[in-house]
């Protein structure tokens, strides 16, 4: 989340005279509460280091050779061709030989981050922990966006629930500092804005901030799922129900020092003009500092978790004219768990402290196989009519868990214990779902729909690598004994072929590859793969648990990575409703985010070539000098209806966009309701 709005530095505050006066991260040395401004001299008072910029240019380049997508993401097809039009190559070309330099090192940042985050693509982004979700900026106001039931027009509010979530979560120190801030007559009165009409936002239509937002804050290929992000919404974690305050509430740079609008509060015409200050927080997590080299030291530099390790650095050197030992036969292994995810859910939003769901909103009693991120409800709506078909809800905040088998196995009691209650229409809620394991994805799509030539052997879609140089050297490699423990994502003891029988041991899976021309240029894949995640680790049903025509998958658009390759297979095979809630209504809604098909990022990748005993070769990148971390889809999924190209550049519009109102917003259990009355 960059802001809304690409913001000039050299216009944003006075960071130049904060420096002047001494050491600026000093002054908010180990401070939870500071102004953006104040933070922001602290980040750029480092100017660039050449050494640290060739590093970080070199590392990011090379790992992008592992990116499947870079050649596509020039200029995507339609829906999504101006949106998704980036040469992220020549963006860091030009970064590399700018001149002038970057005023600071955390210009340069933004750069980086920027060229990558104009893919539109969040399992493609760069991240440097030195500056990213460090601090989180707050205003006490997100903001809705709600239809009038009387005329159907749209307008964005400042959330209802905005007041009581503000005060929970940031006390009543940080939260004197917005009363106080209100101009005379409103001074001390923040609860009386929630639900507010915003009207405008630093003068403009709220939408200018909202399209100026979507242009920066990257993460999705649709412009609608993008302005979605500016506003808050509702998600299920491990831990329980959150809240999400949205871009315009929540930034995880400070880029923004305040933010002025004109609202017309509730029950009253007159108009009132508000002027809030962000407020920046220093999350639980960060190290502590006295000044700006103790603040360099503890944030800024590599760490034994930042580059890739050799797996066998124990191993005794090998005779320079022996053959490594080959693999001899296929194994068992315990199946790797492979992830399909979003970078910045994985490596930020677990250091962003959860802000919770107000109780009011929150649904009760949820049901037997509940448990973590999975949770379930059966509805009373039909209560009073026997004849009428019950429906349950999965909410399904993501597809990943600290423990794998633990949601393997919620989801098949919970489903099950629906259908014993006399469920037969299922709601699956999937609202800011950034993916996770890629088999939880094909085992829900597997123990709904039941077995069929969609589930068996295959739940999800095939794919490819992309089979660069230096990829198919680890390949090779591997094929003549580099992992013989099958430690490594390379290794074919992990992959089959198209018609799903498994590749044998020492198989150079990319000795032979596809040449492809895309958008132009000349490209590189592996043979298509098959599935990797059947048979399951347990017995699904022997028949559907549900009638998929009778399943609704609902979300904000913001179902990414697995949760995508869940959604349209469920959608584009079995024909289940895809509903989109809250999406600006000109605008086609996506009903999945971003898809891909496998991620993966630069530490896993240096490990494969660390232990292939390749980081000497010239295409190898080098090891990260900062605490940062880029990362890629490794590899890609093919489209259903079309599958010469990629699913991911193909169009999935949400069966429906269900608007919301005051009374639905951020409550789950009324938007389910409202779905199992008009739309199952």
């Given at each position: 989340m960059l802001g809304f709005g690409i913001i000039s530095l050299a216009l944003a505050g006075p960071t130049l005279a904060a420096n002047l006066l001494g050491d600026p991260c000093a002054a908010i040395a180990n401070q939870t509460w500071v102004s953006p401004a104040d933070v922001r001299a602290c980040f750029t008072s480092f100017p660039v280091d050449a050494e640290l910029k060739n590093n970080i240019v070199e590392v990011v380049n090379k790992t992008l050779a592992f990116h499947t997508s870079v050649n596509y993401q020039r200029h995507a097809p339609p829906p999504f061709s101006d949106d998704v039009h980036a040469d992220v190559l020549g963006d860091l070309a030009d970064i590399s030989s700018q001149i002038p330099e970057f005023p600071s090192d955390f210009d340069l940042h933004l750069a980086i981050s920027r060229a990558l985050k104009r893919l539109n693509d969040g399992h493609c982004?760069?991240?440097?922990?030195?500056?990213?979700?460090?601090?989180?900026?707050?205003?006490?106001?997100?903001?809705?966006?709600?239809?009038?039931?009387?005329?159907?027009?749209?307008?964005?509010?400042?959330?209802?629930?905005?007041?009581?979530?503000?005060?929970?979560?940031?006390g009543e120190d940080a939260m004197r500092v917005w009363q106080d801030a209100l101009p005379a007559g409103l001074k001390g009165g923040l609860e009386s804005l929630s639900g507010a009409e915003v009207l405008l936002i630093n003068d403009e239509d709220p939408f200018v901030a909202v399209d100026a937002n979507a242009l920066v804050t990257g993460k999705f290929q649709g412009r609608g799922t993008r302005q979605n992000l500016f506003f808050a919404s509702y998600m299920r974690t491990e831990d329980g129900w959150a809240y999400q305050l949205g871009d315009f509430a929540q930034q995880t740079l400070p880029l923004i020092d305040e933010v002025t609008m004109a609202l017309r509060p509730s029950g009253r015409q007159d108009i009132v003009n508000v002027t809030l200050p962000y407020r920046s927080r220093l999350l639980d997590v960060a190290e502590p500092w006295n000044d700006s080299t103790t603040f360099r030291a503890a944030h800024?530099?590599?760490?034994?978790?930042?580059?890739?390790?050799?797996?066998?650095?124990?191993?005794?050197?090998?005779?320079?004219?022996?053959?490594?030992?080959?693999?001899?036969?296929?194994?068992?292994?315990?199946?790797?768990?492979?992830?399909?995810?979003?970078?910045?859910?994985?490596?930020?939003?677990?250091?962003?402290?959860?802000?919770?769901?107000?109780?009011?909103?929150?649904?009760?009693?949820?049901?037997?196989?509940?448990?973590?991120?999975?949770?379930?409800?059966?509805?009373?709506?039909?209560?009073?009519?026997?004849?009428?078909?019950?429906?349950g809800v999965l909410m399904l905040g993501s597809f990943a868990a600290s423990d794998f088998?633990?949601?393997?196995?919620?989801?098949?009691?919970?489903?099950?214990?629906?259908?014993?209650?006399?469920?037969?229409?299922?709601?699956?809620?999937?609202?800011?779902?950034?993916?996770?394991?890629?088999?939880?994805?094909?085992?829900?799509?597997?123990?709904i729909a039941g077995p069929k030539s969609t589930t068996i052997p295959q739940a999800g879609l095939q794919t490819e690598a992309r089979a660069g140089p230096l990829a198919r050297r680890i390949v090779r490699a591997i094929a003549q004994g580099a992992?013989?423990?099958?430690?490594?994502?390379?290794?074919?003891?992990?992959?089959?072929?198209?018609?799903?029988?498994?590749?044998?041991?020492?198989?150079?899976?990319?000795?032979?590859?596809?040449?492809?021309?895309?958008?132009?240029?000349?490209?590189?894949?592996?043979?298509?793969?098959?599935?990797?995640?059947?048979?399951?680790?347990?017995?699904?049903?022997?028949?559907?648990?549900?009638?998929?025509?009778?399943?609704?998958?609902?979300?904000?658009?913001?179902?990414?990575?697995?949760?995508?390759?869940?959604?349209?297979?469920?959608?584009?095979?079995?024909?289940?409703?895809?509903?989109?809630?809250?999406?600006?209504?000109?605008?086609?809604?996506?009903?999945?985010?971003?898809?891909?098909?496998?991620?993966?990022?630069?530490?896993?990748?240096?490990?494969?070539?660390?232990?292939?005993?390749?980081?000497?070769?010239?295409?190898?990148?080098?090891?990260?000098?900062?605490?940062?971390?880029?990362?890629?889809?490794?590899?890609?999924?093919?489209?259903i209806e079309d599958p010469t190209g990629p699913e991911e550049w193909q169009d999935h519009p949400a069966d429906i966009n269900l608007p919301l109102t005051a009374e639905l917003v951020n409550n789950p259990m009324a938007i389910w309701e409202r779905i199992a009355k008009t739309i199952l």
């Open positions: 982004a760069y991240i440097n922990l030195c500056y990213d979700a460090l601090f989180i900026s707050y205003l006490p106001t997100p903001l809705v966006l709600l239809t009038d039931p009387s005329d159907g027009l749209q307008h964005v509010h400042i959330a209802p629930e905005a007041h009581t979530v503000a005060s929970a979560e940031f800024c530099v590599a760490n034994e978790l930042t580059n890739g390790v050799d797996l066998y650095a124990d191993r005794p050197p090998a005779p320079a004219s022996a053959a490594q030992r080959p693999l001899q036969a296929p194994r068992h292994p315990t199946r790797k768990h492979l992830i399909n995810a979003l970078l910045e859910d994985t490596m930020t939003r677990q250091k962003m402290q959860d802000i919770e769901l107000p109780v009011a909103l929150t649904p009760k009693k949820p049901l037997n196989g509940s448990g973590g991120v999975a949770q379930f409800y059966m509805l009373d709506v039909n209560a009073t009519d026997d004849a009428e078909e019950k429906t088998d633990a949601l393997q196995k919620s989801l098949l009691v919970g489903l099950q214990g629906l259908k014993d209650a006399g469920a037969k229409k299922l709601v699956v809620d999937v609202t800011n779902n950034g993916g996770g394991y890629i088999c939880i994805a094909h085992w829900l799509h597997r123990i992992d013989p423990d099958n430690k490594l994502l390379y290794n074919p003891l992990n992959w089959a072929f198209a018609n799903h029988t498994p590749f044998p041991a020492p198989y150079d899976w990319l000795g032979k590859v596809v040449d492809r021309t895309v958008n132009g240029q000349g490209d590189a894949f592996s043979q298509e793969l098959g599935d990797e995640c059947q048979p399951f680790e347990m017995d699904p049903p022997v028949e559907a648990l549900f009638d998929p025509r009778k399943v609704a998958i609902v979300s904000n658009g913001r179902c990414a990575s697995s949760c995508s390759l869940f959604s349209i297979t469920m959608a584009k095979e079995e024909g289940a409703t895809t509903v989109v809630v809250g999406g600006k209504s000109d605008i086609q809604q996506q009903y999945c985010g971003v898809v891909g098909g496998q991620s993966t990022h630069f530490t896993e990748i240096d490990t494969e070539i660390k232990t292939a005993q390749l980081k000497n070769d010239s295409l190898a990148p080098p090891d990260f000098k900062t605490n940062s971390v880029v990362g890629i889809t490794w590899r890609l999924g093919f489209g």
